[in-house]
């Protein structure tokens, strides 16, 4: 299973920015997907999470009701969109997979995921 992040950019806080991730390869009928990010000096931290279908979403306080994950099966695609963007938003963003089917409460820890794409940069400017 490979994953690809793009949509990156640089962006004025408060603006918005569309990430996505592509699934390829070996496929299944289902995954669970997160995204985490990781700003220069500190460590990854969890952004949000989803079912494939979509039944099942969390996200960190830090950018619920700005952030909303989606997935497009047909396309096998995952997006974040990004919106009221912050200068703490800064970081380097990255998709993860995992065919095993993850309790709501367990999407949130990288450890649960299995296959990670490579990132994509935010740089939200004051």
């Known amino acids: 299973v490979q994953l690809q992040a793009f949509g990156g950019g640089l962006v004025q806080a408060g603006g918005s920015l569309r990430l996505s991730c592509e699934v390829s390869?070996?496929?299944?009928?289902?995954?669970?997907i997160g995204w985490f990010r990781q700003a220069p000096g500190k460590e990854r931290e969890f952004v949000a999470a989803?079912?494939?279908?979509?039944?099942?979403?969390v996200y960190a306080d830090a950018v619920k009701g700005r952030f909303t994950m989606s997935t497009d099966n047909a396309k096998n695609t995952v997006t974040l969109q990004m919106n009221s963007l912050k200068p703490e938003d800064t970081a380097v963003y990255s998709c993860a997979a995992t065919v095993s089917r993850v309790i709501l409460s367990a999407m949130k820890f990288a450890r649960m995921y299995t296959y990670w794409g490579q990132g994509t940069l935010v740089t939200v400017s004051s």
């Open positions: 390869g070996r496929t299944f009928s289902s995954y669970d």
């Open positions: 989803a079912s494939w279908s979509s039944s099942r979403k």
